[in-house]
């Protein structure tokens, strides 16, 4: 029996919308303290930690901790054709959707999507390379954020590493010794350096010189820019976007496989990819681990939309390239318009652990003093707001916030009087 004014406790915060089992949990705590009056506060701690949209005005177009790229996942409570083959009446592949049109795109012969880029490593690991060698430079044994290491990876992979050439220089005459030296080396591999760089004296082999030393190359590229090209924005590609590596580009240099990510530079949901040579990908699919792996119906129909965005060349439908391309002016623009604290221009960044030196012209609004957590509270009228705070003055960057969510923006500001 628990006593009656838990109850009516929990009652009295009905309106707060959660449901009667956790307003019993909250009353029950602030009894416990000793504290009646702090039960609504803590609903709506509680609520705060439900997870919901956010306004991110941070600047950081990719950022891990609010969900890296935005991208909508429509979901109709309806069956689907997930694996059943409409043509034939038959079972069909989950692959066959999403994974033959970014393979399309890509210029591979056969794509297949799985969770997550580490996800994709570890399933080419595993299937081309189970207790065999597979050649990294030194120079590329990386950790990306949230404890993805190379070395690590391939080591639960079941493939065995084999370091090559040193931190700074790798030479192809090192991925050829290696070759000789090793009998059961299965691959070759080249890591994206996503998130840092290595300069001064240094020497790198590109995908091109990997080439032709008799066993594949797997390129992990990890962003899933597209095409450097980007024919899918009016203007080509912006000019912050220097030297990243492209799934079609790596393939037409020699790459038998590219791995990268879904919610990086591709602008897409959580997911990874595998592209390149069909025997290889079957390879991948037909592996055990694939199937642990796989994503959900609803992950391959985002994916599957974000590709015909990219073949319908519609930026404006991928909401990261929407940001990416936007101009100073626009921002400069929308920052006026919302008619509180001052207009500024900011540095905006990709994010994501991509291109970690690279700046975005960007513009926003700026308020003196520390308003970081009155932003991120949020309320029944609008979301929480991620900002920043530089040297004693808030900041908002524009850049990365919707639009649609400027007048909630202004609001806020307006409120921190
Ligand atoms: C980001 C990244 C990964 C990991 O990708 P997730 O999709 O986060 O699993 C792997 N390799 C490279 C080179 C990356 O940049």
Same mark, same amino acid.
């Given at each position: 029996?628990?006593?009656?004014?838990?109850?009516?406790?929990?009652?009295?915060?009905?309106?707060?919308?959660?449901?009667?089992? /956790?307003?019993?949990?909250?009353?029950?705590?602030?009894?416990?303290?000793?504290?009646?009056?702090?039960?609504?506060?803590?609903?709506?701690?509680?609520? *705060?930690?439900? /997870?919901?949209?956010?306004?991110?005005? =941070? &600047?950081?177009?990719?950022?891990? @901790?609010? &969900? *890296?790229?935005?991208?909508?996942?429509? @979901?109709?409570?309806?069956?689907?054709?997930?694996?059943?083959?409409?043509? =034939?009446?038959?079972?069909?592949?989950?692959?066959?959707?999403? &994974?033959?049109?970014?393979?399309?795109?890509?210029?591979? +012969?056969?794509? !297949?999507?799985?969770?997550?880029?580490?996800?994709?490593?570890?399933?080419?690991?595993?299937?081309?390379?189970? *207790?065999?060698?597979?050649?990294?430079?030194?120079? +590329?044994?990386?950790?990306i954020g949230g404890g993805f290491r190379v070395p690590e990876v391939m080591e639960r992979s079941g493939a065995r590493l084999i370091e090559v050439g040193t931190t700074n220089r790798t030479r192809r005459s090192d991925f050829e010794q290696a070759v000789d030296r090793h009998e059961d080396l299965a691959l070759v591999m080249k890591i994206h350096q996503s998130n840092y760089k290595i300069v001064g004296f240094t020497e790198a082999v590109g995908v091109d010189g990997l080439v032709g030393l008799g066993v594949p190359v797997v390129a992990d590229i990890g962003s899933g820019l597209l095409d450097v090209a980007c024919p899918w924005l009016p203007d080509g590609p912006p000019a912050w976007l220097v030297d990243e590596p492209a799934a079609k580009q790596t393939l037409e240099s020699g790459a038998d496989l590219v791995t990268?990510?879904?919610?990086?530079?591709?602008?897409?949901?959580?997911?990874?990819? !595998?592209?390149?040579?069909?025997?290889?990908?079957?390879?991948?699919a037909g592996h055990p681990l694939a199937r642990a792996l796989r994503p959900g119906g609803m992950i391959l129909r985002a994916m599957q939309e974000l590709a015909l965005h990219y073949m319908r060349r519609d930026h404006t439908a991928i909401p990261f390239w929407a940001m990416a391309a936007r101009t100073t002016t626009e921002l400069r623009a929308r920052a006026e318009a919302l008619g509180v604290g001052r207009v500024v221009d900011l540095a905006a960044v990709p994010g994501g652990g991509t291109m970690p030196t690279?700046?975005?012209?960007?513009?926003?609004?700026?308020?003196?003093?520390?308003?970081?957590?009155?932003?991120?509270?949020? @309320?029944?009228?609008?979301p929480p707001i991620?900002?920043?705070?530089? +040297?004693?003055?808030? +900041? /908002?960057?524009?850049?990365?916030?919707? $639009?649609?969510?400027? $007048?909630?923006?202004?609001?806020?500001?307006r409120a921190l009087g």
């Open positions: 029996m628990r006593p009656p004014s838990v109850d009516a406790l929990a009652r009295s915060l009905a309106d707060t919308g959660l449901p009667h089992p /956790l307003l019993v949990d909250v009353a029950r705590e602030a009894i416990a303290a000793g504290d009646h009056d702090s039960a609504r506060e803590r609903a709506d701690a509680l609520r *705060r930690r439900l /997870l919901q949209p956010v306004v991110n005005a =941070t &600047g950081v177009l990719l950022h891990t @901790n609010l &969900g *890296r790229a935005p991208f909508a996942i429509s @979901n109709d409570a309806t069956y689907a054709n997930l694996e059943f083959d409409l043509e =034939t009446g038959r079972r069909g592949s989950r692959q066959a959707h999403a &994974g033959r049109l970014l393979a399309r795109l890509c210029g591979a +012969e056969k794509a !297949i999507v799985v969770n997550n880029c580490a996800a994709a490593v570890l399933l080419v690991l595993a299937a081309l390379a189970d *207790r065999r060698g597979v050649a990294v430079s030194r120079s +590329e044994l990386v950790e990268f990510s879904g919610d990086k530079l591709l602008g897409g949901p959580q997911a990874g990819v !595998i592209a390149g040579r069909a025997d290889l990908v079957d390879a991948c690279v700046e975005i012209p960007s513009a926003g609004v700026a308020v003196d003093g520390d308003h970081v957590a009155a932003l991120r509270a949020g @309320n029944a009228d609008r991620i900002a920043r705070v530089r +040297e004693g003055v808030t +900041e /908002l960057d524009l850049r990365t916030v919707d $639009p649609a969510d400027d $007048p909630s923006v202004a609001a806020a500001v």
